[in-house]
Antibody, heavy 118, light 107 residues
Framework: QVQLVQSGAEVKKPGASVRVSCKASGYTFTGDYIHWVRQAPGQGLEWMGWIHPNTGGTEYAQKFQGRVSMTRDTSTSTAYMEMSSLRPDDTAMFYC???????????WGQGTLVTVSS | DIQMTQSPSSLSAFVGDRVTITCRASQSINSYLNWYQQKPGKAPNLLIYLTSSLKTGVPSRFSGSGSGTDFTLTISSLQPEDFATYYCQQSHSTPFTFGHGTKVDIK
């Protein structure tokens, strides 16, 4: 069955960077886009961008451009989201999600909590 | 960017009630509208895709309708396990924006 398993919670200081991983299994990793979604505590869902694992092509929400980088390792079927220059208001749960061919997120990772605090 | 306006932001209902949540897009998104359910501490879970298609395994009390800019999620008879937050999301064009969510709780 399709699974997306994310890395564990992180605590970072302001100004630092964080890299979150999303390991895919149960399907052909290079066949579907992986998207990333952020959710601040008690808030809604915010789309961050996507990576296509086959080509490495990416698109980022304007809000995150210059601060976010999405990469992948096809040998391990893992997608990564790195965010730099972290601020306390970046504290959030980060989710990866697979985009189905019909344009909906059919599988989600369990989420990775990133806490930014001095 | 396409803005998604979801209403209400919260509602209280009894078990067995019929519940309707609406979502309006700032421009036409054809049928590229999806609904997700999220329970506390969990990842969102797809309920309905492309406006009205029920994900396999989702109870038939959930239904979706609409087109263009106006969409609706209906729960025909609210069950205890349906108390959660619901989000609409457009996948017509990036950025794939979400509504702000509707929290459904027990009356």
């Amino acid at each position: 069955q399709v699974q997306l398993v994310q890395s564990g919670a992180e605590v970072k200081k302001p100004g630092a960077s964080v890299r979150v991983s999303c390991k895919a299994s149960g399907y052909t990793f290079t066949g579907d886009y992986i998207h990333w979604v952020r959710q601040a505590p008690g808030q809604g869902l915010e789309w961050m961008g996507w990576i296509h694992p086959n080509t490495g092509g990416t698109e980022y929400a304007q809000k995150f451009q210059g601060r976010v980088s999405m990469t992948r390792d096809t040998s391990t079927s893992t997608a990564y989201m790195e965010m730099s220059s972290l601020r306390p208001d970046d504290t959030a749960m980060f989710y990866c999600a697979r985009l189905s061919g019909a344009y909906y997120f059919d599988h989600w990772g369990q989420g990775t909590l990133v806490t930014v605090s001095s | 960017d396409i803005q998604m306006t979801q209403s209400p932001s919260s509602l209280s209902a009894f078990v067995g009630d019929r519940v309707t949540i609406t979502c309006r897009a700032s421009q036409s998104i054809n049928s590229y509208l999806n609904w997700y359910q999220q329970k506390p501490g969990k990842a969102p879970n797809l309920l309905i895709y492309l406006t009205s298609s029920l994900k396999t395994g989702v109870p038939s009390r959930f239904s979706g309708s609409g087109s263009g800019t106006d969409f609706t999620l209906t729960i025909s008879s609210l069950q205890p396990e349906d108390f959660a937050t619901y989000y609409c999301q457009q996948s017509h064009s990036t950025p794939f924006t979400f509504g702000h969510g509707t929290k459904v709780d027990i009356k």
